[in-house]
């Protein structure tokens, strides 16, 4: 590890511990440390302002007197890995104020090194989330020894740099170097716009007329260069360093690198403004918008989903899918949610859903697999289509076409279709069928003598009485004008014939007197 360089005579000594004091006991941040045993064994005036207790108070008193009683061991296992020599990343922590109230607090935990290397404690930066105005400064009480100092500085993971007044760096830490590229030799002595980005030169003039005033800079967020030129976000707190009688004599600053943060921090805005506009979509659209587990268990549901299916996003959130199932498709659920755990789409399936009073709701649905950052499948997401009126529109279209507007039996054209099939069929040798062809014996004097109002009665009860005559897998056809004909599938014989033919006779007799001849 590269040790910091320190001064040799007694009057370089104590001036380096002055320096370092004024820049640990000025800073707007909480800079504590404590002993391996977690006695803590300095405090500054951020510190008190913070925490609420004066040195006098704490110094020597456990640093788990700082924290809620149920964060303890957490802080525990930190604390042991950094005495370990593990690196501890910036962290969010809950802490306790003399009064017994809690609050939010950033930490920076790094160990306290002697010249040889070894672990001798730790020190902690706390920041605390909430502005920290009306804090009582006091005076100074810390009496360490320079290398101490140097040691809790120089062992941060933030930035820790003094500069004159005049904008000069006088000292530079390792995490400096870590952050802006530049070893202490290249900074030390160098105006402090060598890491400013030119747009940024201005900054530079503000933050030393207010050091000047007195005047504290606290977690200012800016841009700074790094050596290899890439631009970098900081977080920034500045301090006025004051001599022994009290007069400004430079500026400390602890600099923490929020690049990453930054990126966070604009990563959740742009989700949380996709989120409201993707919200948005789905809540307007005409389609209902559905999300489930792999149990089929819905976890999301939108307004179109309700007028479409009838249930409120309460009544469903929760349910099981199947509830909106008709009991013949409650396979289909299987069926789905086995492709999509596979990873694999069903794309414009149509089927048949149930509406919250019972009626049926014809759906064209397209369901995807939901899948997390790991690109595993953890559920499915539906777009239903209600597109009942245009099946019952396409089936009305059918039944125009195939069917006879005035008796409903099937047309010619729709008879000759089931015609092809069971000649077809016939081709293979094992299935036979027969044709019958009726008409109806001096139909066109009933038209004449009675008008074709009644001629059309005629042929629908004609109809009625051929529909009662033959068997559900049967065809029964109005050609046109007075023609009937049928399809009779597995009846071959004669016999079998003439039994039709023989109620057929019957029922039309009965009612109309040889009006039927065959």
């Not at 607090?105 to 706390?126: A, F």
Request: hydrophobic share 40%; glycine share 6%.
């Amino acid at each position: 590890m590269r040790k910091t360089p320190y001064a040799n005579t007694t009057a370089e000594n104590t001036s380096m511990k002055n320096h370092y004091a004024a820049m640990v006991n000025d800073s707007d941040d909480a800079i504590i440390s404590h002993d391996l045993r977690g006695l803590i064994t300095s405090w500054n005036n951020a510190a008190v302002g913070i925490f609420g207790y004066e040195a006098e108070e704490i110094l020597g008193q456990s640093v788990y007197s700082l924290i809620p009683p149920e964060n303890i061991a957490e802080e525990a296992c930190k604390l042991n890995d950094v005495a370990s020599g593990v690196k501890v990343d910036h962290y969010n922590a809950i802490r306790k104020h003399k009064n017994g109230e809690v609050f939010d607090v950033s930490l920076t935990i790094s160990p306290i090194m002697d010249r040889d290397g070894h672990i001798i404690g730790l020190s902690k930066i706390v920041k605390k989330h909430m502005d920290t105005d009306g804090a009582q400064w006091l005076n100074r009480n810390l009496m360490l020894n320079t290398d101490y100092f140097a040691a809790i500085i120089e062992s941060s993971d933030d930035a820790i740099i003094s500069k004159s007044l005049d904008g000069i760096v006088i000292t530079w830490n390792n995490a400096a170097e870590k952050i802006f590229g530049f070893t202490s030799a290249e900074m030390v002595g160098q105006p402090m716009t060598k890491v400013f980005p030119e747009n940024l030169y201005h900054e530079e003039e503000m933050i030393l007329a207010k050091i000047s005033n007195g005047e504290r800079i606290k977690h200012f967020r800016t841009k700074r260069i790094r050596k290899d030129k890439r631009v970098i976000d900081v977080s920034v707190t500045i301090s006025p360093i004051k001599d022994e009688h009290g007069k400004i004599v430079g500026a400390s600053k602890i600099a923490r690198d929020i690049t990453e943060l930054i990126q966070r921090e604009k990563l959740a805005t742009e989700l949380a403004v996709k989120s409201s506009h993707y919200s948005a979509i789905i809540e307007s659209s005409e389609d209902a918008i559905i999300s489930k587990t792999l149990e089929g268990i819905v976890t999301s549901w939108n307004s179109a989903a309700q007028k479409i299916f009838g249930y409120s996003a309460n009544e469903m959130i929760d349910e099981p899918m199947i509830k909106i199932f008709p009991e013949d498709r409650l396979h289909e659920e299987d069926e789905i949610l086995t492709k999509i755990g596979r990873g694999e789409k069903v794309s414009h399936f149509q089927t048949v859903r149930l509406h919250k009073d019972g009626h049926e709701v014809h759906v064209s649905v397209t369901i995807s697999p939901v899948v997390d950052v790991y690109g595993n499948v953890i559920g499915a997401s539906k777009i239903a289509r209600d597109i009942t009126d245009k099946v019952m529109a396409d089936r009305r279209l059918w039944q125009l076409a195939n069917h006879d507007n005035l008796t409903n039996l099937p047309n010619r054209r729709l008879f000759m279709k089931r015609l092809e099939v069971e000649l077809a069929r016939s081709r293979g040798g094992s299935d036979k069928f027969s044709v019958l062809y009726m008409d109806l014996n001096d139909f066109k004097q009933i038209n004449d003598k009675y008008g074709h109002a009644i001629g059309d009665q005629l042929l629908i009860q004609v109809s009625n009485r051929l529909k009662e005559c033959f068997r559900q897998s049967d065809t029964v056809a109005r050609l046109g004008g007075d023609e009937f004909a049928a399809i009779l599938p597995g009846l071959a014989t004669h016999g079998d014939i003439e039994k039709v033919i023989n109620k057929i006779n019957i029922s039309l007799s009965s009612t109309f007197n040889r009006l039927f001849a065959i």
